[in-house]
């Protein structure tokens, strides 16, 4: 099947400052969608993205579907306590009904 | 809506026994999904089903895994025998497929340990 590529694995950054994290793969995606896993529950869903191009925002949450199709990009601003988790970037691509997950970037906000 | 739920939170249970995790999606939604997370592999897709009718189930490792979905409101996965490389957290999903919005609805999932 195909790959996400989702960088960085993890990241350790002080409350207030920015994080930026992003999803590549060698195909086509029609939908990009990003979630939040927190410890000892499912992933909930952020941010969707249907169209190239596309800007979206949730809060301090942006995120952006890229030109070429072949990837997004998660920012968060002024990170606080609660942003700690793990990030999964997924897509959707050609005909398919499933999504393609990343490989997650586990964030740790220190205070 | 309460969401999608899941059933136990957590098993321990001992090499050989027969697991059963249940799950109830989010009434109206026609398409449901199993997925198993381990720190090794990530987030995995096991089986989906779509209409109550088994769709892909190339993720599922073996036979000793399977998926039933009787009702639109009801799904198993059981493990039988279970072996102790099956421990990990179990999460059921569901979604509206197709749609506008192709946002999975995610349980709480289940921790399985099998020892």
């Known amino acids: 099947g195909q790959q996400l590529n989702q960088s960085p694995q993890s990241m350790f950054i002080q409350e207030g400052e920015d994080v930026s994290m992003n999803c590549t793969s060698s195909s086509i995606f029609n939908t990009w969608l990003w979630y939040k896993q927190d410890p000892g529950e499912g992933p909930v869903l952020l941010i969707a993205?249907?169209?190239?191009?596309e800007l979206t925002s949730n809060g301090r949450l942006t995120a952006q579907f890229g030109i070429t199709r072949k990837d997004s990009f998660l920012n968060i601003s002024a990170s606080i306590p609660s942003d700690v988790g793990i990030y999964f970037c997924?897509?959707?691509?050609?005909?398919?009904?499933?999504?393609?997950f990343g490989s997650g970037t586990q964030l740790t906000v220190l205070p | 809506d309460a969401g999608v739920i899941q059933s136990p939170r957590h098993e321990v249970t001992e090499m050989g026994q027969e697991v059963t995790l249940r799950c109830k999606p989010i009434?109206?939604?026609?398409?449901l999904f199993w997925y198993r997370q381990t720190m090794m592999r990530g987030l995995e897709l096991l089986i989906y089903f779509n209409n109550n009718v088994p769709i892909d189930d190339s993720g599922m490792p073996e036979d000793r895994f399977s998926a039933k979905m009787p009702n639109a409101s009801f799904s198993t996965l059981k493990i039988q025998p279970s072996e102790p490389r099956d421990s990990a957290v179990y999460f059921c999903a569901s979604s509206q497929l197709p749609g506008r919005n192709y946002g999975y609805t995610f349980g709480s999932g289940t921790r399985l340990t099998v020892v």
């Open positions: 993205l249907y169209k190239a191009g």
């Open positions: 009434s109206g939604h026609n398409s």
């Open positions: 997924a897509g959707l691509y050609g005909s398919a009904r499933q999504l393609t």
